[in-house]
């Protein structure tokens, strides 16, 4: 289950110091056999902040809906939509940053073999990556919880423009509207009330979800499975802008250490992992590009 994470989390005890020193990191991926594990740290750079950073939707207390909460009512979906309505305009406008184009050139090059990326953005495959697998979904793709019909949220967004004529002009007196990492937007109650759902067009009636996994749902388990299978042949695994606070990026992590599995960490920030990894503490982007250059041959 991906549950809900304590907004607060902070380290229990003493953590093994961070280093700056990317050497640990350049020899795993010169090895191959690298599988990455990326949060949302790696999408920061492309102006989708993160939750727990110093812009983080954390610190301007965004709680993430759970799924309890979407299936309970209308007014729930509502309420998700409309946000989600006006959120997805900034996640279209996203473009893969540098962190994202490394690792793409990484896994090009043979040197990475698999991404389990928990973001639900679509960047790092927009980069070009190969074999990602979206341990939560993505934004990209909506469900039907009824009958399972699944649909590309550009059709949704079209349908849910003409329900909503004017919708947009009513939102953007809210100038404080700011993009979360799971697609929406934060917006007062007042300027979703009026907003109108639509229903499954395959079935007539069935309630349309967002193809992700909320927090109180689970992981697919053959999701799961695959990534446990791609953390089995892993000669190394490499986490990327994650702090390891929901055990469904964590149990991989574990997983690897306890097969003894070297575990390296690239985040700002400590996370749940630290004990079983080195954390190097640096920029994303900065870092991986200079991964990227000192583990390929000159183009």
Known sequence: MRTRPTLTW????????????????????????????????????????????????????????TFQEFIGGED???????????????????????????????????????????????????????????????????????????????TLDDRLRRANPGFEEIAARHRAARVNPDGDVDLPDEAVSGFRT?????????VLKPDVVFFGENVPPERVAVCRSLIDGARSVLVLGSSLTVMSGLRFVRQAAQSG?????????????DRLATRIDLPLGRALTDVARQVLPPS
């Open 198 to 206: 639509v229903a499954c067009t395959a079935c007539g009636t069935g």
């Open 76 to 154: 729930a979906r509502r309420r998700y939509w409309a946000r989600s309505q006006l959120g997805r305009r900034s996640m279209a406008g996203a473009r893969p940053n540098a962190g994202h184009r490394a690792v793409a050139a990484l896994a090009e090059a043979g040197l990475v073999t698999g991404v389990i990326t928990q973001n639900v953005d679509g960047l790092q495959q927009a980069a070009g990556a190969p074999n990602v697998v979206e341990l939560h979904g993505t934004l990209g793709r909506v469900i039907c919880l009824d009958c399972g019909a699944t649909y590309d949220r550009a």
């Open 261 to 273: 599995t070297p575990v390296l960490i690239v985040n700002q920030g400590p996370t749940r992992g």
């Open 10 to 65: 902070e380290p229990q005890g003493d953590l093994p110091p961070a280093s700056t020193d990317l050497s640990a990191v350049v020899s795993a991926v010169r090895a191959g056999g690298v599988v990455v594990l990326s949060g949302a740290g790696l999408s920061t750079e492309s102006g989708i902040p993160d939750y727990r950073g110093e812009h983080g939707a954390f610190r301007r207390n965004h709680v993430p809906m």
